[in-house]
């Protein structure tokens, strides 16, 4: 689909904001191509970045062996989904900041841990302060 070929493209300074600094690095697990469209469009016009597409959780471990840091993931998954396919020890080992876009329902649970969750329908703005870091509540 035409939106999953305009995520990987890459213009020929896409890898670095400035000599010597590799830009940051979004992984976004979405099915729908026009949300990840949209997800991706949001981080670009905060500025350079790489985003990776991928449309399950299986092309995530690619991923993570081809970029040594991961700025942030925004998966479609539920917390349960994200700890019984074992995505959260290798994203947050590889610096990821873990955005939910969907399992609303655990969202406190999500938010203690230090993960941020994107409540659809979603804005540009929201998507852009997913990617602060959480605070975890309590702490």
Same mark, same amino acid.
């Given at each position: 689909?035409?939106?999953?070929?305009?995520?990987?493209?890459?213009?020929?300074?896409?890898?670095?904001?400035?000599?010597?600094?590799?830009?940051?690095?979004?992984?976004?697990?979405?099915?729908?191509?026009?949300?990840?469209?949209?997800?991706?469009?949001?981080?670009?016009?905060?500025?350079?970045?790489?985003?990776?597409?991928?449309?399950?959780?299986?092309?995530?471990?690619?991923? #993570?062996? %081809?970029?040594?840091? /991961?700025?942030?993931?925004?998966? =479609?998954?539920?917390? $349960?989904? *994200?700890?019984?396919? !074992?995505?959260?020890?290798?994203? #947050?080992? %590889?610096?990821?900041? /873990?955005?939910?876009?969907?399992? =609303?329902?655990?969202? $406190?649970? *999500?938010?203690?841990? !230090?993960?941020?969750?994107?409540?659809?329908?979603?804005?540009?703005?929201?998507?852009?302060?997913?990617?602060?870091?959480?605070?975890?509540?309590?702490?």
């Amino acid at each position: 689909m035409f939106g999953d070929d305009l995520m990987n493209e890459r213009p020929k300074d896409a890898g670095q904001s400035a000599p010597g600094q590799m830009v940051p690095v979004y992984l976004v697990l979405e099915r729908n191509s026009l949300i990840a469209e949209d997800i991706a469009g949001s981080l670009r016009a905060a500025g350079p970045c790489d985003v990776v597409h991928v449309q399950s959780s299986v092309e995530i471990a690619n991923s #993570l062996a %081809n970029h040594p840091r /991961i700025e942030a993931a925004f998966l =479609e998954m539920t917390y $349960a989904q *994200v700890v019984e396919a !074992g995505l959260d020890k290798p994203l #947050l080992s %590889n610096g990821a900041q /873990i955005v939910l876009t969907v399992g =609303e329902d655990d969202e $406190a649970n *999500v938010r203690s841990l !230090g993960w941020n969750m994107l409540i659809r329908p979603f804005t540009d703005d929201m998507i852009r302060h997913a990617i602060r870091p959480a605070k975890p509540r309590g702490g």
